[in-house]
């Protein structure tokens, strides 16, 4: 699903990764992250897709709300020694979508055909 | 891959898109796109995946260059019809990576294990 995110500014976390093959228990954490992401009040969204690559993207209304959930997150995953286990590669972007880019991009989400 | 972006600040286009069944020359579409976006002065990488929702983040040097690289975009996607014919749903987004959320993030892309 798209994210139905607010009118901006806010903030996105751009999750990108390579994993290593099998699962190792990743899909169980990362239904666990996004858990508690969604009783992060100022959690926004999230949308994720796979293939060689993945990106995962949450959106946030403001910084604060993102270091609360990046510390909890980062004791599960300490405890759960995850990102050796999972991951070649991956790398965090923190962005912040702006209000000032209207002439840039359409305003919202476009639906071209109704379910 | 994981794109190779340098230093913030600079920009990243999150586009993402639900796709109508079938190709209808989608894929050539992207790959255009994408060359187009690799002759852009100030274009610093492109990540993308798909499942059911496919993600593509572009990253970009300036405001300026994303606009250049739309107004060509936008004229192949009119000369092709595609947005109808490709997407159920499609969101664009457009946030600015800053360099003042080091707190909160891993300052590059982890290499957890070499290939």
Same mark, same amino acid.
């Given at each position: 699903? @798209?994210?139905?995110?607010?009118?901006?500014?806010?903030?996105?976390?751009?999750?990108?990764? @390579?994993?290593? !093959?099998?699962?190792?228990?990743?899909? %169980?954490?990362?239904?666990?992250?996004?858990?508690?992401?969604?009783? *992060?009040?100022?959690?926004?969204?999230? %949308?994720?897709?796979?293939?060689?690559?993945? @990106?995962?993207?949450?959106?946030?209304? !403001?910084?604060?709300?993102?270091? *609360?959930?990046? %510390?909890?997150?980062?004791?599960?995953?300490?405890?759960?020694?995850?990102?050796?286990?999972?991951?070649?590669?991956?790398?965090?972007? @923190?962005?912040?979508?702006?209000? !000032?880019?209207?002439?840039?991009?359409?305003?919202?989400?476009?639906?071209?055909? %109704?379910?």
């Amino acid at each position: 699903m @798209i994210a139905k995110t607010p009118k901006p500014p806010y903030y996105a976390v751009i999750f990108s990764s @390579i994993r290593v !093959d099998g699962d190792n228990g990743c899909s %169980e954490m990362t239904d666990r992250m996004v858990e508690m992401a969604k009783e *992060q009040n100022g959690f926004l969204g999230i %949308e994720s897709a796979r293939n060689e690559l993945g @990106i995962t993207v949450s959106y946030w209304r !403001d910084l604060n709300v993102i270091k *609360q959930w990046k %510390e909890g997150a980062a004791h599960s995953m300490a405890r759960e020694k995850g990102r050796s286990k999972w991951y070649k590669k991956f790398k965090v972007r @923190i962005a912040k979508e702006g209000s !000032d880019y209207s002439g840039l991009k359409e305003n919202d989400e476009h639906t071209v055909h %109704e379910d």
